[in-house]
């Protein structure tokens, strides 16, 4: 529960706004002044009645000329907000403190030190960027500095800005630094040079398998229509790139793309983010157009819609009814014209029959469905993606394409790629950043071990009842698959089975990463 409360400057008049939290045992997480008179506070939620009762001895005390609840306290709106900017900056950014610990990363710096954020945060930055010595600036001039540095052998502009907070007395002091990492040199091949509202639409895409066929046919079909298009595919399968190709090729080409991940922001965020908020709401004098209204004649992109809560996907199901919504804290309707097309990893039919998701919203959205084949489905794509990769990271690395190694090409297509292209792309690069004169083979590729279940190789006890039999022989492929799949998801996934089943069958059978 959060309250603004709107009052005259009285000495006095805070203490007495705590003493009435205090009087009715109401915990007070935050609190935060305006020097334009309005006080804010944070306190855990409470009944309907004693809300009533403390918001009516809250208005008699003398000087309080209103209060109201309020979704955030300020500081968190903006943390909020400054979080979901830097996360869709294509720039990588950290925040050192002065200690050289990393304080924050967004999703650019995180994909390109290709660790997670318990791996970064509170790490120093010596450790991620050892070429950058922290200590030698912070004891130096402390000013901008830009910088080249080497990451997985390839070249980049460094930038670091130092952050000064002024005091009352107008002194800055040093609080932190930022840091920027930025590509030197941009890969020149085809792909990277497809702009985003480019009408190349399917032109760029990579395949030769049936599967691939078939898929690219039946979007180009869907492609003009109007109605929702659900995108299903496993991670790293490209649904993205598929919906922007199904806008370039549309009528709407030419109006914005817009795309919302449903997964990476708050539920009341990201309604804003939709929908927009009226003008006086949040504090805000001016409006927001939320995503919604800015692609009016283009398209949104829902990412990992099978993510979106409840209250969403209720406002969501009213918007493709017939286009209208309201802004958050606006009365009046408003109606654009934009089409929807979502994406999901998950098998949206078994949430919907779970009810972890809308059926009415489920049937709205399945119109039109288009599913990305993961890559172990179609072997066959891995030859032209593996030559597409080795020349885009080739050229950027600046060095000649290398030969392969006869076998490598049938030992990739042999191993089953959880992650996908996005994992084969990846794997490609930092094959090349180690292969020297040598041809490059499947041993710069540090695949996982993946052993097959064969009649030669399968040792079987044939003892005892069936029942017996079989659950040795389910140990014994749960047991090798969770070595190249080593998380109960991924394994679940691989094997088309609920997550739980897998993490029971696992501690069943003892089974553990060698």
Known sequence: MRLEVFCEDRLGLTRELLDILASRNIDLRGIEIDISGIIYLNCPDIDFETFSELMAEIRRITGVKDVRKIQFMPMERHNTELISLLNNLPDSVLAINLKGSVDMANQSALSLLNKTAEDVIGQQISSLVPSFNFTRWLEGSKSRLRDQVVLDGLDYALEVMPVYITGESKESTLASA????????????????????????????????????????????????????????????????????????????????????????????????????????????????????????????????????????????????????????????????????????????????????????????????????????????????????????????????????????????????????????????????????????????????????????????????????MKEYESQVLDRLYQSFPSSRKLAKRLNVSHTSIANKLREYGIRKR
């Open 178 to 469: 930022m840091m920027m990492i930025r590509s030197v040199k941009e890969a020149q091949y085809l792909l990277e040079e497809v702009p985003l509202h480019s009408n190349l639409g399917f032109e760029h895409f990579v395949g030769v398998s049936n599967r691939h066929k078939a898929l690219i046919n039946q979007a180009k079909k869907l492609s003009s229509l109007d109605q929702p298009l659900l995108i299903e595919g496993e991670t790293g399968t490209g649904k993205e790139m598929l919906a922007r190709a199904c806008h370039n090729r549309s009528e709407r080409g030419d109006h914005p793309f817009l795309v919302l991940n449903c997964a990476a922001i708050p539920d009341d965020v990201a309604e804003t983010e939709l929908f927009g908020h009226a003008p006086g709401s949040f504090n805000h004098e001016l409006g927001h157009k939320g995503i919604f209204e800015q692609a009016d004649g283009g398209t949104v992109f829902l990412d990992e819609i099978g993510e979106m809560t409840p209250h969403l996907q209720i406002k969501l199901l009213r918007f493709l009814q017939d286009g209208t919504f309201r802004r958050v804290g606006e009365e009046h309707e408003m109606h654009v014209d934009v089409r929807v097309i979502a994406s999901t990893r998950h098998q949206l039919a078994e949430l919907a029959e779970n009810g972890g998701f809308r059926e009415d919203l489920y049937y709205r959205l399945n119109v039109l469905t288009l599913r990305i084949p993961p890559l172990r489905e179609r072997p066959s794509d891995i030859q032209p993606l593996l030559e597409l990769f080795m020349a885009k990271h080739s050229n950027k690395l600046g060095m000649l394409k290398p030969p392969m190694d006869d076998e490598l090409l049938d030992q990739l297509t042999q191993y089953q790629w959880p992650g996908n292209m996005r994992q084969l792309d990846n794997m490609v690069l930092r094959a090349l950043t180690e292969v020297q004169d040598e041809p490059l083979s499947v041993d710069h590729f540090h695949l996982p071990q993946t052993e097959h279940m064969s009649g030669g190789n399968a040792t079987l006890n044939l003892d005892g009842a069936l029942d017996d039999i």
